[in-house]
C-alpha cells in the first residue's frame, strides 16, 4: 500500500500504512498510522512473557494511558517484572493513577521527581521493551493525541518495533537508565553525563545512540554532525528543529553538493518552536535547501536520513535533544532502507505547503523576525513544557 498522500478529491490527509523492513540484521516494522500503532502497542504489552520494561516523557491519565496502566497490572499479576519509568516534569499521571501497578506487583519509577538546578534536563525517550526479544520506540507518547486519526488535534507521528541482535542493546540501555532512577526521584547525574559521553553498542549496520548532557559531544551528537559534515543528500522529517550555527551550516553545505530537502511542522501545539523554525528559513534557503510545512496535522515524527543512513527515535533536531534531554536514537546503514524512507519523505512533501523564498519574505515581517528569533532562544535553553505556555505566535 502506498505511503500517505493528502486525498485530492477530498482534501484530507489519510494516515499511512504499517511496513517492514529487513535491515542491518533487524527486524523492522514501522506504524505512522495512529490507530495501527495502538494496536501493536498493546499486541507488544500482552504478547510479554516474562517481563515489560517502559520509559516515557509523557505518560497522560486518558483513554490510552489506562489501557496501558491496565495491561501492565495484568502482565503484573501474571508475575511478570514489569517496570514503567516516566519523567515527572513531562508526565501527568498521579501516584494515584499508576498505584494499581504497584499493588498488582509491578513498580513505577519518576525521572526528576523533584526539583534540582538540573530539574530541566528531561527523560526524553519512548521505549517499551517486552520479554528482552522484541522492544516499540520513536517519537510517541502515551496520550490519546498520539494514536488519534488525523484531525484536528492529533499528532503525526512514528513508531519502530525492533526486532533481532540490536534489541539487546536497548536492554543494557534500560538497566542503566533504571540504576539512574532513585526512589527519592534524584537521579545520579555524574553517573549520566559520565555514560552518555561513553555508551556505545553497535551490530553490523546498526548502532544505538543516545543523547544527554555531556562535556563533549554524545553520542548521538557526535555522529550526526560526523555524517552531516560529509553528506550529499540529506531528507529531514522533524517535529521541532532548531540547531546550532555549526550544524546549520552543514545543511547548507550538504544543499551545495547534492540536494537537501525539510519537512518541517506546519502545526504544533507549541507555535514558540514553529517560530525557532522560521528563524532560520532565510539562511537555508539563501543556500539552496528546500523547505515545506506539513500542515494537515500537528507535526511529531522524529527522521532523519543521511545518504545511506537512517536516524529513528526520540530526538528532535534541535538543541535540547543534541545536547540536554536523555534521547534514544537507532542509527541504521541501509541503502534499501534509506530509499524506503526518502519515499515516506516525499509522502508527506505531497501533504506540505513548499516554503519557497518569495513566501517566506512575505511572512517575514520586523514583528514576526522578532518573534521567531525569541522562539529561537527560548527553545534553545527552555523545556517546551514551559515555552507552549508562552506562546508567541506564528
Known amino acids: 500500500m502506498a505511503d500517505a498522500t493528502l486525498d485530492r478529491e477530498s482534501g484530507t490527509f489519510r494516515d499511512p500504512a504499517s511496513f517492514q523492513a529487513l535491515a542491518a540484521g533487524q527486524r523492522l516494522t514501522f506504524y505512522p498510522g495512529g490507530a495501527d500503532r495502538r494496536e501493536a502497542m498493546m499486541a507488544l504489552l500482552r504478547s510479554a512473557k516474562v517481563s515489560l520494561k517502559l520509559s516515557f516523557y509523557i505518560f497522560a491519565e486518558d483513554s490510552v494511558s489506562t489501557a496501558v496502566r491496565d495491561e501492565l497490572v495484568a502482565a503484573a499479576r501474571r508475575g ?71 484531525g484536528a488535534g492529533s499528532w503525526t507521528d512514528l513508531a519502530i518495533v525492533i526486532e533481532g541482535p540490536a534489541v539487546a542493546g536497548l536492554v543494557e540501555w534500560f538497566e542503566k537508565l533504571r540504576s539512574w532512577t532513585r526512589a527519592d ?42 555524517d552531516m559534515a560529509r553528506g550529499r543528500r540529506l531528507d529531514i522529517l522533524m517535529a521541532y528543529f532548531s540547531p546550532p550555527p555549526r550544524l546549520l551550516r ?41 523547505i515545506w ?9 522524529k527522521l532523519i536520513v543521511v545518504d545511506d543512513t537512517v536516524y529513528l527515535g526520540s530526538a528532535n533536531f534541535d538543541m535540547r535533544s543534541l545536547y540536554i534531554n536523555l534521547e534514544l ?18 509522502a508527506h512533501i505531497d501533504a506540505s505547503e513548499e516554503i519557497t523564498p518569495a513566501l517566506h519574505a512575505q511572512r517575514a515581517t520586523p514583528w514576526n523576525r522578532f518573534r521567531w528569533w525569541l522562539g529561537w532562544l527560548l527553545v534553545a535553553v527552555i523545556d517546551y513544557s514551559v515555552t507552549r505556555r508562552l506562546n508567541l505566535g506564528q
Open 185 to 226: 526521584g534524584s537521579p545520579r547525574f555524574r553517573e549520566i553525563v559520565r555514560t552518555v559521553a561513553r555508551w556505545r553498542w553497535s551490530a553490523g549496520g546498526a548502532r544505538w545512540l543516545v543523547g544527554g548532557p555531556t562535556r563533549g559531544l554524545s553520542t548521538w551528537a557526535r555522529r550526526i554532525k560526523y
Open 80 to 150: 511478570l517484572e514489569v517496570l514503567l519509568i516516566i519523567d515527572r516534569f513531562g508526565s501527568s499521571a498521579s501516584e494515584a493513577f499508576l498505584e494499581p501497578i504497584r499493588a498488582a506487583g509491578g513498580d513505577f519509577v519518576c525521572f526528576s521527581a523533584r526539583w534540582s538546578q538540573r530539574y530541566l534536563v528531561r527523560n526524553h525517550q519512548k521505549l517499551i521493551i517486552a520479554d528482552d526479544a522484541a522492544a516499540m520506540f520513536g517519537g510517541f507518547n502515551i496520550e490519546d493525541d498520539y494514536f488519534a486519526a488525523p
Open 329 to 346: 536514537m537507532l542509527e541504521v546503514r541501509d541503502s534499501a532502507l534509506a530509499e524506503r524512507m526518502r519515499a515516506f519523505v516525499t
Open 293 to 301: 510545512e506539513f500542515t494537515p496535522t500537528k507535526l511529531h515524527t
Open 250 to 290: 552543514d545543511i547548507g553545505v550538504i544543499a551545495a553538493r547534492g540536494g537537501t530537502r525539510l519537512v518541517m511542522a506546519g502545526k504544533s501545539d507549541n507555535t514558540t518552536t514553529l517560530g525557532a523554525s522560521r528563524s532560520l528559513y532565510s539562511y537555508l534557503l539563501k543556500r539552496g535547501v528546500r
